[in-house]
T-cell receptor, first 113, second 115 residues
Framework: QKEVEQNSGPLSVPEGAIASLNCTYSDRVSQSFFWYRQYSGKSPELIMS????GDKEDGRFTAQLNKASQYVSLLIRDSQPSDSATYLCAVNIGGGGADGLTFGKGTHLIIQP | GAGVSQSPRYKVAKRGQDVALRCDPI?????LFWYQQALGQGPEFLTYFQNEAQLDKSGLPSDRFFAERPEGSVSTLKIQRTQQEDSAVYLC?????????????FGPGTRLTVT
């Protein structure tokens, strides 16, 4: 059973600070990792993908992957009120049969002005 | 460019009715996925198409659920004899590459309410 675990929150962060979101996954052979942002009543929006160990930066967002620890995180620098949303971690193990993504339940992030 | 589109955006069905949900992926995207999202949960995978071939239907919850993509573009998810537990948001996603390893882009979803 593939599992992706996230702290549901809410995680409250003051405006301008760094928000740190964490995710662990159970399947050691997982190959691709994604962070999606979902506003209430909207569909998931892809914000980061990461495939290799280490850090990947895109603007205010940094994804970090540690396959040995089965851990992936998302850092949001200079947090803005518009970053308030649910952040979904998603993992895909790939392989034969073309699996879909396995999602965590999401972390509800609140940026306090 | 145009993203993934889905219709209808909202559907109310009486228990026992059949429904059909449509997904129009990003033009040229070979991979198409359907997910089901219950309130407060992450999306759950239902089925995957590579072009017109349904390569993975392991997530379909029962034989009342059926999906097709006959010409490798538009896809339809059909639910027969709807039950209350089918109430959820149904999300479609597409990807430019074959397989599930690559970035998937979601449509706005169809919110299904079964009464």
């Amino acid at each position: 059973q593939k599992e992706v675990e996230q702290n549901s929150g809410p995680l409250s962060v003051p405006e301008g600070a760094i928000a740190s979101l964490n995710c662990t996954y159970s399947d050691r052979v997982s190959q691709s990792f994604f962070w999606y942002r979902q506003y209430s009543g909207k569909s998931p929006e892809l914000i980061m993908s990461i495939y290799s160990n280490g850090d990947k930066e895109d603007g205010r967002f940094t994804a970090q992957l540690n396959k040995a620890s089965q851990y992936v995180s998302l850092l949001i620098r200079d947090s803005q009120p518009s970053d308030s949303a649910t952040y979904l971690c998603a993992v895909n193990i790939g392989g034969g049969g073309a699996d879909g993504l396995t999602f965590g339940k999401g972390t509800h992030l609140i940026i306090q002005p | 460019g145009a993203g993934v589109s889905q219709s209808p955006r909202y559907k109310v069905a009486k228990r026992g009715q059949d429904v059909a949900l449509r997904c129009d992926p990003i033009s040229g995207h070979v991979s198409l996925f359907w997910y089901q999202q219950a309130l407060g949960q992450g999306p759950e995978f239902l089925t995957y198409f590579q072009n017109e071939a349904q390569l993975d239907k392991s997530g379909l919850p029962s034989d009342r659920f059926f999906a097709e993509r006959p010409e490798g573009s538009v896809s339809t998810l059909k639910i027969q004899r709807t039950q209350q537990e089918d109430s959820a948001v149904y999300l479609c996603a597409s990807s430019s590459k074959a397989g599930g390893l690559y970035e998937q882009y979601f449509g706005p979803g169809t919110r299904l309410t079964v009464t």
